[in-house]
């Protein structure tokens, strides 16, 4: 496997983490427009690609393998989590 082979490999194991962080972002900032008006939308998507990330990774760790559907769930909360840290940590129901 080339250079270029590896890189392509590393960009299309993260996009499913760069979408996903993306559009929980965008709908957390609709569901909860009045408590994430504090919280800039950019600062959402990087914690939320970020957390998307480390769910990958961390399946990617457990599983030693990529694409298992415990692997995309652990994204899930990973992202989850860390849009819950970034925005809606100090709100009080």
């Known amino acids: 496997m080339g250079p270029l082979d590896a890189l392509w490999h590393l960009l299309n194991f993260f996009a499913p983490a760069l979408g996903v962080g993306l559009i929980t972002a965008a709908l957390a900032r ?19 690609c970020a957390g998307c990330a480390i769910g990958l ?33 100090g709100v009080r129901a």
Not at 66 to 87: E, F, N, R, T, V
């Open 57 to 89: 990774v961390a399946a990617l760790i457990i599983f030693e393998r990529d694409g298992k559907m415990a692997g995309y769930a652990l994204m899930l909360a990973g992202g989850s989590l860390a849009l819950w840290w970034a925005g809606l940590r």
């Open 30 to 48: 609709l569901v909860w427009w009045r408590e994430l008006r504090s919280a800039g939308f950019a600062r959402l998507v990087i914690w939320a």
